[in-house]
């Protein structure tokens, strides 16, 4: 059996069951400098999600002669948050849950590409100032345009599956992608990134961040957006992110929304988290919700459901399917 530290917060069931199963759970939230100076180094393994950063000094102060760690699971999709090469070098398994919150974040994007098109938020904002702004707000449809989806794994697919039904045409960058699975999808593979902005007005982003996708949103590719649907109606350009902090220049798009370049922009995430100083969120064309993709009782039901799962497979000596280096074991 395993002592597990939970560091950012998990289902009560998944805890329950684990430790019905035996395991020791520790529900606590460590700060940076306390995960530096080893706080993880009496765990065999540590639960954690965006919050919490398992930087290459965390991980070597909580492994081998300094400690015990020997599993981090990522409650969540994203891994850029754990140093992976640091975690294989340590022999740390790292895995995440990566089916679990999908259609939390599919429905979450939705949501946003609505609320661009038909100013939702603006008049929410609006109404509540007392202004009856009903002729300043007319919005366009989604039907009879383009989305481009940066990225086009499970989550951009079930975006473009639902974004095609409300009758949008779609598109993608994905330089991993097999050309039968945009196929398959009705989706158009592109072979560059900045024809997808050229041909759409409507962009989601669904990459991971790395050092090659850091401001991969800037403002070269958001000036060569076309600002007209391919039914003719002129429905201005607008970005959506659910997917992580620091793909899109936050300053760039600002003053794409300050010079009309881009009509909306709807963020789930922020290169700084808590964001509640960044200006963009003050600007009208802008609205955004604070990193909350996978929030739903459903998906952290589902996360802490498989994180169970996973975390008893390791303990059992299984390697656990969703691992990330398996060349470990």
Same mark, same amino acid.
């Given at each position: 059996?395993?002592?597990i530290?939970?560091?950012?917060?998990?289902?009560?069931?998944?805890?329950?069951y684990?430790?019905?199963?035996g395991?020791?759970?520790?529900?606590?939230h460590y700060?940076?400098?306390?995960?530096?100076?080893?706080?993880?180094?009496?765990?065999?393994?540590?639960v954690?999600?965006?919050?919490t950063?398992?930087t290459?000094?965390?991980?070597h102060?909580?492994?081998g002669?300094n400690?015990q760690? *020997?599993?981090i699971?990522r409650a969540?999709?994203g891994?850029?948050?754990?140093?992976?090469?640091?975690?294989t070098s340590?022999?740390?398994?790292?895995?995440?849950?990566?089916?679990?919150?999908?259609h939390?974040?599919?429905e +979450?994007?939705?949501?946003?590409?609505?609320?661009?098109?038909?100013?939702?938020?603006t008049?929410?904002?609006?109404?509540?100032?007392?202004e009856w702004?009903? *002729?300043?707000?007319?919005?366009?449809?989604?039907?009879?345009k383009?989305?481009g989806?940066?990225?086009?794994?499970?989550?951009?697919?079930?975006?473009?599956?639902?974004?095609r039904a409300?009758?949008m045409?779609?598109h993608?960058?994905?330089p991993?992608l097999?050309?039968?699975v945009?196929a398959?999808?009705?989706?158009?593979?592109?072979?560059?990134?900045?024809?997808?902005?050229r041909?759409?007005?409507? $962009?989601?982003i669904?990459?991971?961040?790395t050092?090659?996708?850091?401001?991969l949103?800037n403002? *070269?590719?958001?000036?060569m957006m076309?600002g007209?649907?391919?039914?003719?109606?002129?429905?201005?350009n607008?970005?959506?992110?659910?997917?992580?902090g620091? $793909?899109v220049?936050?300053?760039?798009?600002?003053?794409? +929304?300050e010079?009309?370049?881009?009509?909306?922009?709807?963020l789930?995430?922020?290169?700084?988290?808590?964001?509640?100083?960044?200006p963009?969120?003050?600007?009208?064309n802008?609205?955004g919700?604070?990193?909350i993709g996978?929030?739903?009782i459903?998906?952290?039901?589902?996360i802490?459901?498989?994180?169970?799962?996973?975390?008893?497979?390791?303990f059992?000596?299984k390697k656990?399917?969703s691992?990330?280096?398996?060349?470990?074991?």
């Amino acid at each position: 059996m395993g002592r597990i530290a939970v560091t950012d917060g998990m289902d009560e069931i998944a805890v329950k069951y684990l430790e019905e199963m035996g395991h020791e759970v520790v529900l606590q939230h460590y700060s940076a400098e306390e995960l530096a100076a080893g706080a993880l180094s009496t765990f065999d393994a540590v639960v954690i999600r965006s919050a919490t950063k398992m930087t290459g000094e965390v991980i070597h102060n909580s492994s081998g002669r300094n400690g015990q760690l *020997k599993l981090i699971g990522r409650a969540g999709v994203g891994i850029d948050n754990i140093d992976l090469p640091a975690s294989t070098s340590s022999r740390i398994a790292v895995c995440n849950t990566p089916g679990a919150s999908t259609h939390a974040v599919v429905e +979450l994007t939705i949501g946003h590409l609505l609320a661009c098109a038909r100013h939702i938020t603006t008049g929410d904002r609006t109404l509540r100032a007392g202004e009856w702004a009903k *002729k300043q707000l007319r919005g366009t449809e989604l039907s009879g345009k383009r989305l481009g989806l940066i990225g086009f794994g499970r989550i951009a697919q079930g975006v473009g599956q639902a974004a095609r039904a409300l009758g949008m045409t779609l598109h993608t960058y994905d330089p991993y992608l097999p050309a039968e699975v945009a196929a398959d999808q009705h989706c158009q593979l592109h072979d560059e990134i900045d024809e997808v902005f050229r041909l759409c007005t409507h $962009i989601s982003i669904h990459c991971n961040l790395t050092e090659e996708t850091h401001h991969l949103v800037n403002a *070269k590719r958001l000036e060569m957006m076309p600002g007209i649907g391919i039914d003719g109606v002129p429905c201005g350009n607008h970005i959506v992110n659910c997917a992580r902090g620091g $793909i899109v220049d936050e300053v760039a798009l600002l003053k794409a +929304l300050e010079s009309g370049i881009i009509a909306s922009a709807a963020l789930d995430v922020f290169e700084k988290e808590p964001t509640l100083d960044n200006p963009i969120i003050h600007h009208r064309n802008f609205h955004g919700t604070p990193h909350i993709g996978a929030a739903t009782i459903e998906a952290q039901t589902r996360i802490g459901e498989e994180m169970a799962a996973l975390l008893n497979d390791f303990f059992d000596g299984k390697k656990p399917k969703s691992i990330i280096n398996p060349e470990i074991f």
